[in-house]
């Protein structure tokens, strides 16, 4: 059966985890029925009458999972998603009475357990325990500890699953990796130095009981038990390391093996040069190789370079403790971690016509650009425009990849795809996008954490923007006639029944049919299904009078934490705590100020 693999990269989202979440749930859902159907199972639950239904017949031809990567909020619903792999957890749709609970810890995590209330509580700060971030970060831990024991179950493996899985956390690593470039000149004897700080752990779910795991990725064995070894406490630890949001949440603390650093491989550019063998994303050398489309011009290669200390610098066995924050701070879209690990070192055809592998990225906030009109050359050039701005200029700088903005944007590349959020018209006859798309965007992506129903919101748009993908995006060229058609889905078009899923598609500013990747079967391909709540203007749960006590008292706990924490002297110490009892309640209500303005340029008018 042809196969077409596909790498998950989960971007960073802060609050809008939920959206990612959405998608992830409706992409199991529509892979999960696929395969039931081809195993014979009986899902007559996938026919609701629907006029826009389609057939449930299994295509011949399979997507397969190949590869994850995740950084920050994407981190976490990644780990979420591998815990799942294995068992069935119930979609949360429309259809869904949302309770304490739904049994799905991707709605469950994102939606029902993480909340602004929890994260302003202070039992963080309880006795000597030291500040470590604005906000209260243990109800983080609690979730991960709740998400985790999915891994003990192994009663549904999940067929679209590759059998060896590798899964990437992106971490901020605070400490750093030193590198050493020898250069030739007088004085030169230590070389020029550089410092690694985008860092990355790998780990590898491996069907076969961790026997084939390379030694550059910790193994993840799902089993009774599993979430309590040693390897899946790593995996929740970097997650929450992925997430850890500078300053706003606390820092992580993370020991790995000093060695993955020298096993560790970068692709170097100009490395190799001229004409080598072409490879198939699983290594094979492709045939013919007498054809001139069997080899290709290589630009570089794949080298281990060591760091400047070796591991036994480090003491204790090699193990190297590090600090962690935010994955997302120097790689928010890991995109090529994935698709490395998913090529297998090799690089996948990008035409739609030959095309059998692609990473799908999933983006909560792809247009976070100033407006042109939005330049104030006097306020950013003054000395606090420019402190100010500093910190966010060397994130954005840190984050731009051309190269890959190119190949995404470019429509006749079908090895790469992205779903971003797009809310439409409630009207189906009138199809405009509504901005913003999302509900959980404001007061700097932390929107989300102020009402469940913002986060539910987001939550469904995500479900719906995947099937919309799915049905009209995520497809390969299916016309015979007109000499366009991908050897994956060619077999289909000897069965009759492939017509209700054709669509058109623009293949070199030509309009050719195609067929979805995935197919979406019964009322999975419905516009009815994935019905969309309404925008939530005016949120039940969210009293901005109640959100500003809360703000106050733990301002109350983290502001003497913090003077204490700066060691001033005794005057000055006394000062600053005199100083922020007369300037508390004006502190309270600039926050909750911008909160405000925030959330009405979205559209939102809390109590």
Not at 487 to 504: G, K
């Amino acid at each position: 059966m042809p196969v077409f693999r596909i790498g998950l990269v989960m971007a960073g989202a802060v609050s809008a985890g939920a959206y990612t979440a959405g998608v992830v749930d409706f992409l199991l859902e529509a892979l999960d029925a696929i395969e039931d159907v081809r195993a014979g199972l009986d899902r007559s639950d996938l026919k609701a009458g629907f006029d826009d239904e389609t057939e449930l017949v299994a295509p011949p031809y399979r997507a397969e999972i190949g590869a994850m990567s995740g950084t920050s909020a994407g981190a976490m619903v990644t780990a979420i998603t591998t815990a799942v792999l294995n068992t069935r957890i119930p979609p949360v749709t429309g259809e869904t009475t949302p309770g304490e609970t739904t049994g799905n810890p991707l709605y469950d995590c994102w939606v029902e357990q993480i909340h602004i209330d929890k994260l302003l509580s202070t039992d963080d700060l309880e006795g000597d325990s030291p500040l470590r971030s604005i906000l209260n970060s243990k109800p983080l831990d609690a979730i991960v500890a709740g998400a985790l024991p999915y891994a003990d179950r192994v009663d549904h493996p999940r067929a679209y699953v590759q059998d060896h899985l590798p899964v990437y956390m992106c971490v901020g690593n605070m400490r750093g990796v030193a590198y050493s470039l020898r250069l030739e000149g007088v004085g030169a004897e230590s070389g020029h130095q550089m410092t690694l700080h985008a860092d990355h752990l790998a780990f590898e779910i491996d069907k076969a009981g961790g026997a084939h795991v390379p030694s550059d990725r910790i193994p993840l064995n799902p089993g009774p038990g599993a979430s309590a070894t040693d390897g899946w406490q790593l995996f929740g630890q970097a997650c929450l390391a992925s997430g850890a949001f500078p300053i706003g949440l606390a820092p992580r603390l993370l020991n790995r093996d000093f060695s993955d650093y020298f096993r560790r491989e970068w692709f170097i550019p100009n490395a190799v040069t001229g004409m080598v063998r072409r490879k198939d994303g699983a290594g094979h050398p492709l045939e013919p190789d007498d054809s001139p489309a069997s080899w290709t011009f290589a630009s570089g290669a794949l080298q281990a370079l060591p760091p400047l200390y070796t591991p036994t610098a480090f003491g204790n066995e090699g193990r190297y403790p590090f600090i962690c924050v935010d994955g997302g701070v120097f790689n928010n879209e890991p995109l090529e971690l994935c698709r490395r690990a998913l090529s297998n070192g090799a690089r996948h055809p990008r035409d739609p016509r030959a095309a059998n592998a692609a990473v799908l990225m999933i983006d909560p906030f792809p247009d976070l650009a100033e407006p042109p009109d939005a330049f104030d050359p006097a306020a950013m050039g003054s000395l606090i425009g420019v402190a100010g701005r500093l910190f966010g200029v060397l994130i954005a700088q840190s984050r731009f990849k051309p190269e890959e903005l190119a190949l995404v944007r470019d429509e006749n590349v079908a090895s790469r795809f992205a779903i971003l959020p797009s809310r439409r018209h409630p009207d189906p006859k009138d199809d405009r996008a509504m901005s913003p798309a999302i509900a959980s965007g404001g007061v700097n992506a932390f929107g989300g954490f102020l009402s469940r129903a913002f986060r539910h919101h987001d939550y469904m748009l995500g479900r719906r923007n995947c099937q919309r993908f799915l049905k009209t995006s995520f497809v390969l060229p299916a016309d015979r006639e007109a000499g366009d058609l991908n050897p994956i889905v060619a077999p289909w078009l000897d069965d009759p029944r492939h017509v209700q899923f054709l669509d058109d598609y623009t293949l070199d500013d030509r309009t050719v049919k195609a067929l979805p990747i995935i197919p979406l079967l019964g009322k999975l391909a419905s516009r009815h299904y994935t019905a969309m709540p309404p925008w939530p203007a005016t949120p039940d749960d969210l009293d901005l009078a109640a959100l500003s006590a809360k703000v106050k008292a733990r301002l109350d706990k983290v502001a003497p934490r913090l003077i204490d924490t700066l060691e001033l002297p005794r005057g000055w110490c006394m000062g600053a705590r005199a100083a922020y009892g007369l300037g508390r309640s004006k502190l309270v209500n600039w926050v909750m100020s911008q909160i405000r303005t925030s959330l009405a340029a979205s559209g939102l008018r809390p109590r």
